[in-house]
């Protein structure tokens, strides 16, 4: 199967990404929550996934009659990935272009706050964290497994591991090893660590079971042949990565649809509540989609990676940033208490969080495939040297990826987009500036479209960056508007271009890019690409990321596109998103 890479994406990382059904079509760019008439606005920047949860508690927060010394306050949640936040605070100062600068960070996990401070340090730059930073609310990193597939190694008896995936990944015979050969290979969904708490933990359990204890690592440690062989073998199996889990529980949600679930991953790294989510048809978690969707009919199940695992536990931080003022402050941590009072809890445990101090609620306790004692041990984050060098050694063990960059350069592209820039100039800029995140042994191709009286003009072959990337740049910038939109043509014509030399050891993938809607009269068969998508990877084929630019774009047939590759659409229907979406999409490689 098309295993995955992902690319370097180092702390350059800036972006909303969008993916289809998920929390971020309805709330993209929008700061939630809806202070109250006549009070000083706090902004609160929330982790992705309880955004939702944060905004309800800010709205009960508005409604009531707090006063802090006199003074009341409104609070306003922004949804920001912990990773895309940790880089932006990590600056010197905050750009308007990001929003409203928050007076608090609530991301997943304090290892963000740990890498915050090493960043700013690094540079220079005063701590703009408090000295203590109280959790919220609290959630374990699981491997989440289609119940079948998590009964075939022994659940719920059997205690799991990164080792045993690990040997499911390195058998030829994949699971039918364990009787199952029709299930085929086994194949991991992994967060990008650079993005993603789930990500960042799900690397740092794998390096500690390398070490096979549960002691402390070290910058030495990492550097150990044999760690580093076990981290590069688990990452093999990688189906591909992402800026957040809920890609792959939407995909596999799709899956389960289609009576596909086994064939699609065999674990991902999630938290405990996204266990919850998925299982009650909710895979986002989105409050407004509950009930929308009936349960699976596979579940997933939550193993408990016996060498221990990382609690993710959503650390509260008020600002002490030369934007925010004292009175915003006090506000915001008045919030913060208002968070751990019993009735906001019941909101994080109702929901399938824990309560800050760690104790499961019903959603937890009433389900046959979460447990309440999680049974293994709660690992203590690495110092922030050591979490910096993870990162870094990652990428290096990483799968590299197989890529063809598909561009379209139609006339619509040539229209003005804002910042005095033209649509195509905006998209130059984003694309050289994912080249810099992907690393010299990854194999990017570039093809832009149409061409004169073809459907694409293949600017260079996918082969390893390292030796072509200042001509890649180079081509991309000197790229020009001209002619019309042949999407479906060209999408199938680079997924058979990638197809044919595709690898088991790389993720194969196809980014499109276009800001309009198929304009090919030769070729308007949009049901049979789909067809030709899910036929191919249902036998581990090519993913086709999509990203709908510009106002114009056909969001809803780049999502068909997406979907059936078992892959996602990114929306930068506000061009001067590009920048931005185009990195998160590079997230996944």
């Known amino acids: ?131 203590e930073a109280l959790p919220v609310a609290s959630t374990p990193i699981v491997l989440a497994m289609p119940e079948p597939m998590a009964r075939a190694l022994g659940w719920p008896d059997a205690k799991l591991g990164w080792s045993d995936l690990l040997r499911l990944a390195n058998d030829p015979a994949g699971w039918g090893a364990n009787g199952h050969p029709e299930w085929g290979a086994f194949k991991l969904g992994k967060t990008n660590p650079n993005i993603s708490t789930t990500g960042l933990s799900a690397t740092v359990g794998m390096f500690v079971a390398a070490t096979g204890t549960s002691s402390d690592l070290t910058l030495e440690t990492l550097k150990d042949p044999r760690v580093r062989d076990f981290v590069a073998g688990v990452e093999g199996s990688v189906a591909h990565y ?15 649809d289609a009576g596909a679930a086994l064939g699609y991953v065999g674990a991902v790294t999630v938290e405990e509540k996204s266990v919850v989510d998925y299982n009650n048809g909710n895979p986002t978690g989105d409050l407004e989609a509950a009930g929308r969707h009936g349960k699976p009919r596979v ?83 690495p110092s922030p040297q050591v979490l910096s060098a993870v990162r870094a050694t990652w990428a290096e063990l990483r799968k590299k990826a197989h890529l063809l960059l598909v561009l379209d350069v139609s006339g619509s592209m040539g229209l003005p987009a804002g910042a005095g820039k033209t649509r195509l100039e905006l998209a130059q800029t984003a694309a050289v500036h994912g080249l810099a995140q992907l690393s010299d042994a990854d194999e990017v191709g570039l093809w832009a479209f149409p061409s004169g009286d073809q459907v694409y003009w293949q600017h260079l072959g996918a082969e390893r960056l390292g030796p072509q990337r200042q001509e890649m740049t180079a081509r991309i910038q000197g790229l020009i508007p001209t002619g019309g939109t042949p999407l479906y043509a060209v999408t199938r014509k680079a997924v058979e271009e990638v197809r044919g030399s595709a690898r088991a050891d790389t993720i194969n993938a196809v980014v499109v890019m276009t800001d309009g809607m198929n304009e090919d009269p030769d070729d308007t068969d949009l049901d049979g690409l789909v067809r030709q998508l899910e036929g191919q990877a249902n036998e581990g084929g090519v993913r086709v990321f999509t990203i ?36 998160n999409v590079l997230s996944n490689f």
Not at 242 to 253: C, H, R, S, V
Not at 331 to 336: P, T, V
Not at 551 to 575: F, M, N
């Open 242 to 256: 992402g800026d957040t889990a809920l890609t792959f529980l939407t995909n596999l949600q799709r899956a389960d």
């Open 1 to 131: 199967m098309a295993s995955n890479a992902k690319s370097l994406l180092a702390a350059t990382i800036a972006g909303l990404m969008v993916v289809g059904a998920t929390y971020w079509w309805k709330h993209r760019g929008d700061d939630s929550g809806v202070p109250r008439a006549g009070c000083a606005t706090v902004v609160v920047a929330a982790s992705v996934e309880k955004a939702d949860l944060m905004d309800a508690a800010a709205n009960r927060y508005n409604t009531s009659d707090r006063m802090v010394d006199g003074q009341c306050y409104g609070i306003s949640v922004t949804p920001m990935t912990s990773g895309l936040a940790e880089t932006r605070l990590a600056e010197a100062g905050w750009d308007s272009a990001w929003g409203a600068a928050p007076d608090a960070w609530a991301p997943a996990a304090s290892t963000w706050l740990a890498l915050l401070r090493h960043d700013r340090s690094e540079h220079d730059r005063p701590d703009i964290l408090p000295a």
């Open 548 to 583: 709908a630019y510009g106002e114009d774009a056909d969001v809803g047939t780049l999502k068909r596109i997406s979907e059936a590759s078992r892959a996602a659409v990114y929306d930068a229907t506000d061009p001067l998103t590009i920048d931005t979406v185009f990195t």
């Open 299 to 381: 579940p997933l199940v939550a193993v408990y990676p016996r060498e221990g695992t990382l609690n993710s536990d959503n650390p509260f931080a008020v600002l002490k940033a030369p934007w925010s003022e004292t009175g915003k402050q006090a506000g915001a941590r008045d919030f913060m208490a208002f968070l751990r009072e019993p009735d906001q809890q019941k909101m994080f445990t109702d929901a399938g969080f824990r309560t800050y101090d760690g104790h499961a609620g019903e959603a937890v306790n009433g389900s046959d495939y979460l447990r309440e004692d999680i049974g293994v041990p709660t690992l203590v984050p």
